[in-house]
């Protein structure tokens, strides 16, 4: 109980799992106590937390997967909503601060913290590790370097903002030189280069934005995938209540020039409520449903619930995520927080010795296996979130306990799974690479990985306890149990199982005749209605063979309802070698020991059939022992073995 009450609390005290795709998160209180956390993908799940770091502070910009957070007695920390590091910042200055950056993560050299200050002529940044905050006054450098500025000493006051809008795209700091506001032909955009103690560069560049006016207009500029956009939408009115239009621009480096923007197919915009408390940000997308869209919100009563959605291609506006389960919210502050999206060197995994998941009736254990600083290859850095989902998706079992044992990033996009639900829900389960299992000893099933000879065991349900594998197909095993009542006849009980999700499917008693189990099969996955296993078996007396099959499978079977058929075929020339009949295009085939094919098609009419095809002829007449037949990709192949298992 205390350690379900410890998970709990863990739970509340730390952010949701990453997903792809930002949070929108809503403050209950203006002290940020407690959050809500609501999902773009999925607008009915929404989780409440209470995050000691959050608590009485203010987001002030969300760059590189890191958070900048200042409490109201000006103590800023950088926080990681994956990792939960919280990186402390120097006490700064009292100041009225509106745009914020970090020039890199704070794992790269030479990371930078930005505040750019409301109406005054200066920058505040400080280093990781220094002690104080650095003020740089970057007037001069503007008088200097931009030959357009003409504004009287005296009229200094009085300008709104000399820098905003600052933005890191392809390692090179951006912002807006906006001498008169939002003048109509004024902003301009400028480099910011070399921040140090002595000073800054300003490099002007020949590239304006776009007139913000009228009041009712708002500019979002933007780094998306190493280029530069702006996002103009126009409201109806002040209110803000209502959109009117939207558009979007990408900066032309060549020829200084903004190009509409027609279609993003592989990528999405977000924008924020209020400018003033955060900035505007795109993401690489890969879910056509979520890309070639801007997200935003609007002001109002119950709109704020609501996630608005711009289809930049047909020019539409929609309603994204309507979030009808939140609480009634008195007073709520509304930000985006955006995980980081590639994989740092500075999520750390300690080393991995070896690791257990826990399955309802046995255990999977993996061998020894050291991970140390996965994360700082440059292959695993190039990964974005959505697509390292999209690799989770498709793994199963030991595969996906390494997957998520690999980092702490892919620990968090492959969360916990039952795998005894999960496999049932694999819609093919022949297009998973193949292991080779067998059983070890009475009670344990063994795997191997044929790639890396990776070794996994798990224990056997006790019914199975002693039982051998017949035949295998989309991850069932047919296992035949010696019935310790009756082993002196020499009987024996037949079950389906899946190893994976431990479902076990007893197969009906043939009451005639035990099965001897030399040519058996099955047509699909036992718990489809079509399942029909078959037993070839040849009498010894004459050149007949038998033909049993039976498709009752299921827990409760009536000892009195002959579950199993059975037909004789006359046929002196084909033999069976010990192999599984393959079932392929509605029909099972053989491969007898002169690598001869036969065809045994079951009709529902009950005149069931056996051919023996007299093409293709065996590609071995001579010299191999054992021969397979085995089905890929739609075709079929034949394997042959010589005696001393040296040629195939």
Known sequence: MK?????????????????PYPWLVYSTDKHNRRQIFCSISNPNETYIRKIPELQNRKLWANCHGWCLYCHRDFCPILWNPVTMEEIKLPSMPKADIGDCILTSPPSEPGCKVVLFVVRM????????????????CYYDELKRTIDLVRILEESMPTVPN???????????????????GDCEHGRRLVKIHDIQRGGLKIEPLNVFLRSARPTTKQVHLMESCGDLFTVEIQYKDESFTGVLAIGIYRLNFSNKEWVQVETAKDRAFFLPLNTLEQQAFSIHVINPD?????????????????????????????ISSPFLNLPRLQR??????????????????????SYTEEQESGKVYGRENDLKDVESTNDLAAFHLDMVKLIAERLISVDYLHFRATCKIFHSAAPPIQWRIAMEKVENPSLLSPWLVFFENESVCAFIDPKHGDKYIINLPQVLKGGIICGSKDGWLLVAVAEKSRFFLGENLTFFFNPFTQAILPLAENMDRALD??????????????????????RESDAKFVLEYSSSLGQDLDLDIEHWHENEFNDADFSFNNNSPIFYRGAFYCLGQKGNLGILKLNDDGENTWEVLTKPKSPCMSGFDQNYLVECDGELFSVFVDAVQQDI
Not at 332 to 353: A, G, Q
Not at 521 to 538: A, I, M, Y
């Open 332 to 353: 709520s502050c509304l930000v985006w927080i955006m995980p980081l999206l590639r994989l740092t060197n500075t999520l750390k995994e300690d080393e991995h010795k």
């Open 3 to 19: 350690k379900k009450s410890a998970a709990k609390y863990e739970e509340q005290h730390r952010p949701p799992p990453p997903e």
């Open 162 to 180: 000399l820098l905003i809008s600052p933005v890191c795209c392809d390692g090179n700091l951006y912002a807006v030189w906006s001498p008169l």
């Open 290 to 318: 979520v890309a070639n869209r801007v997200y935003f919100t609007l002001y109002g009563d119950d709109t704020y619930k609501k996630l608005y959605s711009y289809n930049i291609e047909d020019g539409t506006i929609s």
């Open 517 to 538: 189990f030399s040519c058996i099969g099955f047509s699909s996955s036992p718990p489809s209605s079509e399942c029909v296993v078959v037993n070839l078996s040849k």
């Open 121 to 136: 002529r200066y920058i505040l940044y400080c280093e990781l590790g220094d002690e104080e905050w650095t003020e740089l």
